[in-house]
C-alpha cells in the first residue's frame, strides 16, 4: 500500500516545488561492452544518470524538498545535518539557495574532496571522531541554536524528493520488468519505488546493500529497525548504522528482495560502468551494476531492467586507487 504523501499527484507537487533547484537528468540504454555479454541477447539495462544532478547525487532532491518546507523563522535559525559526504554536500547547496546557513557534522574519515565541496556552499564543517558523536553533536545544534535536523534519508519530505527521481525515469524508458536500487539508508530505494510501483504496479524492484553494511536487510529479518557498532564497505555512501521506522516502512511494501555485494564486486562494477559507459563513479553508483553482474545475474537475464548510477563525488586519486 502506497502511503497517500507519495502518491504520483503528490510526487508531481514534490517536483513543482523543487524543480527550479534541481536537474532532469538523463537516462540511457546499454548499448554495448562487458556488462551485457553477461546476459541474453533479449535482455535490455537502462540507466538512470543521478551523478549529473546538483551536487553530483540525487540527496539534492530530498533535501531541496525539506529545505523548501521550512517557514521563515526556521530558515532564520539554519540547518544541520550528518553525513559522510554526499547528503552534507546536498544540504550545504540547499541551504545556500534559500540563504541560510548549515551546520554540518561529517566523519573525521570522511574525504577531502566531499568535505571542500560542502564548504563551498557555505557549511560550516564539524569532524567527529564516531557516528554517535555526529548524531549527538547535530542533536545539540538542533537543541542550542535552534536548527532543523535536515535528515539524509528518512521522512515524507526526503521520499518525496527521490521520488520525482523515479518518475522521471518512467518517462525516459519503456515499461521495466525490475529495477534494482541501491540501499543506504534506504531513502532512494522507497522514494524511487514507491513511484514505479504506481506507474507499473507489476515492476519487480531489488534492493542492493554492501555485504558489510547490510541494515536493511537485517532490519526486514528482524522486523524492525536495527542499529549495529560498526559497519565497513567501500562505498560509505550506502553505510548508515542504523534504519529508520518509515522508510524501512516504504521499503518492505515496495521492495521484492534485497541482495548483498562484497567489497570486490562493487570494484570490479566500477571498472564496467567506466569501460562501457565511460563514466567514472564511486563505489556506491556501482552497486545496481554490481548486483546485476552478480547475484542478479541468472534471474534478470532477458529481462528489461532499470538501473542507477546515484551519484560521483569522488575524487581522481580515489578512484584510481580502487579500480587501477
Not at 502518491?7 to 546499454?30: G, H, M
Request: aromatic share 6%; charged share 20%; net charge negative.
Amino acid at each position: 500500500m502506497i502511503k497517500e504523501e507519495l502518491t504520483l499527484e503528490n510526487i508531481e507537487v514534490t517536483w513543482n516545488r523543487i524543480k527550479d533547484y534541481v536537474s532532469v537528468t538523463p537516462a540511457i540504454r546499454w548499448q554495448d561492452g562487458e556488462m551485457l555479454r553477461n546476459f541474453s541477447s533479449q535482455t535490455e539495462i537502462y540507466v538512470k544518470l543521478e551523478i549529473f544532478q546538483k551536487t553530483g547525487t540525487f540527496k539534492a532532491r530530498g533535501a531541496m524538498n525539506s529545505v523548501l518546507d521550512l517557514d521563515r523563522e526556521s530558515l532564520d535559525r539554519g540547518i544541520t545535518a550528518v553525513s559522510a559526504g554526499n547528503h552534507a554536500i546536498a544540504a550545504a547547496y540547499c541551504a545556500n539557495q534559500v540563504g541560510t546557513s548549515a551546520q554540518i557534522f561529517m566523519p573525521a574519515t570522511a574525504k577531502p574532496l566531499r568535505i571542500q565541496r560542502a564548504k563551498d556552499y557555505g557549511a560550516t564543517i564539524t569532524l567527529c571522531d564516531t557516528q554517535s558523536e555526529m548524531f549527538e553533536r547535530a542533536e545539540m545544534s538542533q537543541k542550542n541554536d535552534g536548527r532543523t535536523f535536515i535528515h539524509p534519508f528518512e521522512g515524507p519530505l526526503t521520499l518525496q524528493g527521490s521520488a520525482t527521481a523515479g518518475k522521471e525515469f518512467a518517462e525516459q524508458v519503456p515499461q521495466l520488468d525490475a529495477m534494482i536500487l541501491p540501499i543506504g539508508g534506504g531513502g532512494l530505494a522507497a522514494g524511487f519505488g514507491s513511484a514505479l510501483k504506481q506507474i507499473w504496479p507489476d515492476i519487480l524492484i531489488y534492493g542492493v546493500e554492501p555485504q558489510g553494511a547490510n541494515t536493511m536487510s537485517l532490519s526486514f529479518n528482524a522486523g524492525t529497525t536495527v542499529s549495529l557498532e560498526s559497519v565497513h564497505s567501500i562505498a560509505d555512501s550506502l553505510a548508515p548504522p542504523k534504519t529508520e521506522p518509515y522508510t524501512l516502512d516504504v521499503c518492505r511494501d515496495v521492495i521484492e528482495e534485497i541482495v548483498l555485494v562484497e567489497d570486490a564486486l562493487l570494484i570490479d562494477a566500477m571498472r564496467t560502468v567506466f569501460h562501457d559507459l565511460r563514466l567514472a563513479v564511486e563505489p556506491a553508483a556501482a552497486a545496481t551494476a554490481a548486483a546485476l553482474k552478480g547475484p542478479l545475474r541468472s534471474k534478470l537475464s532477458g529481462a528489461r531492467v532499470g538501473t542507477i548510477c546515484c551519484g560521483t563525488n569522488i575524487g581522481l586519486n580515489d578512484f584510481w586507487s580502487l579500480v587501477g
